[in-house]
């Protein structure tokens, strides 16, 4: 039986007449990174807000470690670390004094914590830094390390990448692997770069105007997105038929342009390739299209069958 960390039931919240979510179920395995998905206003920082208890539900129910009465969501969100939309820092502090107040704002036992923490998140060597002079990337890491300090069971992390360059988004992505896999963290963020999200998360959720439209797990994903080849050579109907007669195994379609996609190929694109020049047949486009969870995400968001 699964043990979820998050679990909402029929989770609602208004704003006077405006609804900002609506029955939202979510559920957040323990140990896994939990990518929620969702344009601008389709209520993903509500969401994650009611979950730290920074607003309070419409109605519906919040499961935090299987507890959900009032009280028990107040001692079980001591165990949770959380960015909301964005790290609040006190510009005229050093980093390693912020971490400190926010040490000991937390009531965390022992000074050897803020150390540890900005060791963790790789921002030791910027202590004596201001807090006004820090780089995006380095905000976020101290975002990180506030939110670390008191080494919580679930972090909740609300567009940790928004802002930071290529190599920032890899550093960050690596640091967050390495805390759920070495300290079994579960993690639950929000990212409009999906492309980023698909290669962190283990499973994901899809939020549309505050609908939650579907949960799947990344090894779901995968097997409903297979990779394919599309082919576009001088006579379609020519190659069509060596296909069927060299590759019985392969699943292929001719698409409206003409051009044939092989999905989930058993041979490399050489060979494809080989096959139609073999047989005099000119190639004019070849190429290879990896599963995207950007485009399933706007088949799903527009109410047609998912695919990648």
């Known amino acids: ?83 909301i939309e964005q790290p609040g820092f006190f510009p005229g502090m050093t980093v390693e004094q912020m971490l400190e107040y926010c040490r000991i704002q937390k009531g965390i036992p022992g000074r050897e914590k803020v150390e540890e923490n900005l060791k963790l998140t790789d921002i030791w060597e910027k202590r004596k830094c201001m807090c006004r002079n820090l780089s995006l990337g380095q905000k976020q890491r101290l975002g990180l390390s506030m939110a670390m300090i008191g080494e919580p069971q679930l972090l909740i992390l609300d567009e940790p990448i928004n802002g930071l360059d290529p190599s920032g988004i890899i550093e960050f992505r690596n640091l967050l692997q390495r805390l759920n896999h070495e300290k079994n963290i579960t993690i639950l963020l929000s990212s409009h770069i999906l492309a980023e999200l698909q290669q962190t998360a283990s499973a994901f959720g899809f939020l549309s105007k505050g609908h939650l439209l579907e949960e799947i797990s990344a090894d779901e994903l995968q097997q409903k997105c297979t990779a394919s080849f599309i082919v576009m050579v001088s006579d379609t109907e020519t190659y069509a038929a060596l296909l069927e007669r060299n590759c019985p195994d392969d699943f292929f379609k001719v698409l409206p342009d003409q051009s044939i996609q092989i999905t989930n190929p058993q041979r490399t694109l050489e060979f494809y390739s080989r096959l139609a020049s073999e047989q005099g047949l000119i190639i004019t486009r070849l190429e290879e299209r990896q599963p995207s969870l950007e485009k399933y995400y706007v088949d799903l968001k527009q109410g047609g069958k998912p695919s990648c």
Do not use: W
């Open 1 to 83: 039986m699964k043990e979820y960390v998050i679990e909402t039931r029929n989770l609602s919240k208004s704003y006077g007449s405006v609804p900002a979510l609506e029955q939202v179920d979510i559920h957040v395995e323990k140990g896994s990174i939990y990518g929620l998905i969702g344009d601008n206003g389709a209520g993903k920082s509500t969401l994650l807000k009611l979950l730290t208890g920074h607003v309070f539900p419409t109605s519906g129910e919040i499961f935090l470690f299987g507890r959900y009465q009032e009280q028990e969501l107040r001692r079980c969100r001591r165990q949770i670390g959380a960015i």
